[in-house]
């Protein structure tokens, strides 16, 4: 019988058809060739990428973060105001004139006259200068003292952190207000320093005890046990490897902590055991005007009003930097 005149060769089929696969094997080999290509694959956050570290990653969270930037804003201000109140309020505030006694606001003077005819303006521009002086010292030195203490705490254990513990809970059954009390009412300097003294002394068992636990967290991760195995001491340890990893919850509550102070200095001055005339204080205008509160509203509301608002914009820019710095809120 003779042979169909166009004989189809397997091999030439194969040809035509793109291999036995057909368009398979063209998408196989585009994947091949895409997973060649440089660069393909590789996310943003790759290895050829350079790691974001927690700080990176909380500067950026707090850049977008409005309550951060507007408690940065109000502090910045309160700040230059501390440091160069003449530059918004050339007038002296002590000058007194009595024929201007509780005078309301006036041309020149908007927040009106105190009780001894002094510039209630001038002087809520210079109580800046006290009370944000005793916050940032009282802050620093209580998170200074309280880190150190807490942190070499929690690190050696034993009975160093049996001894740190109980005289932490001794101090932290002594009342603020009363202790305030007790130990101002004998102090005649008339100074921030013995405020700022006073609130050391019983402040730094807070701080102590969050930095003592920070630390023991930090020091049971693998990469402290890496350290010590490889014959890392026990100060490099603590100052390179623990502290960076520990030091984040300590200043998040010191950032709330001096909002607090600020308003305890307030509350010390109006009680009449803190700062003293002739520094210029909110607390101590709060006080002087506390008896005129119907005769002239405004003697309080001016000092009252930027004590408030400082507090609150310390608390607000504590909370944005918890929340920035935490990883569970992420």
């Known amino acids: ?11 030439q ?6 291999g036995f696969g057909g368009a398979m094997d063209l998408a196989a080999s585009d994947a091949t060739s895409l997973e060649k290509a440089p660069g393909h694959g590789q996310e943003p956050g790759g290895p050829t990428a350079k790691p974001r570290s927690l700080w990176s990653d909380a500067w950026r969270d707090l850049r977008r973060n409005p309550i951060f930037i507007i408690s940065a804003l109000i502090i910045l201000f309160l700040v230059f105001i501390s440091l160069w109140p003449g530059v ?14 509780q005078q309301g606001p006036q041309p020149g003077h908007p927040f009106g006259y105190d009780e001894q005819g002094r510039d209630v303006y001038t002087r809520v521009v210079y109580g800046a200068r006290a009370s944000v002086t005793v916050g940032v010292c009282a802050t620093a030195g209580v998170v200074l003292v309280g880190s150190v203490l807490g942190g070499l705490a929690g690190f050696f254990g034993g009975w160093w952190d049996a001894v740190l513990s109980r005289i932490s809970d001794i101090f932290f059954g002594i009342p603020v207000i009363l202790g305030g009390l007790v130990f101002l009412s004998v102090v005649t300097n008339s100074t921030v320093w013995p405020v700022v003294g006073f609130m050391v002394l019983l402040g730094w068992p807070q701080i102590a005890r969050i930095a003592r636990g920070a630390v023991i967290t ?26 960076p990893n520990a030091v984040a919850p300590v200043i998040v509550v010191g950032t709330i902590a001096l909002g607090t102070y600020i308003s305890l200095e307030a509350t010390l001055s109006y009680l009449g055991v803190g700062l ?53 809120l992420r």
């Open 1 to 11: 019988m003779p042979e169909p005149s166009n004989p189809i060769d397997p091999d």
């Open 88 to 101: 918004i309020a050339t007038q002296d505030p002590l000058q007194a004139n009595l024929a201007k006694s």
């Open 13 to 18: 089929a194969i040809s035509a058809g793109g």
């Open 218 to 243: 930090a020091k049971q991760n693998d990469y402290v046990q890496s350290a010590r195995a490889l014959g890392a001491g026990n100060s490099r340890i603590l100052l390179r490897h623990i502290t």
């Open 276 to 328: 003293k005339p002739p520094t210029v204080s909110w607390g101590i205008d709060i006080s002087d005007a506390s008896d005129q509160i119907r005769n002239a509203p405004h003697m309080l509301l001016w000092p009252a009003g930027a004590l408030s608002i400082t507090v609150l914009a310390f608390i607000m820019l504590g909370d944005a930097v918890r929340d920035a710095l935490d990883p569970k």
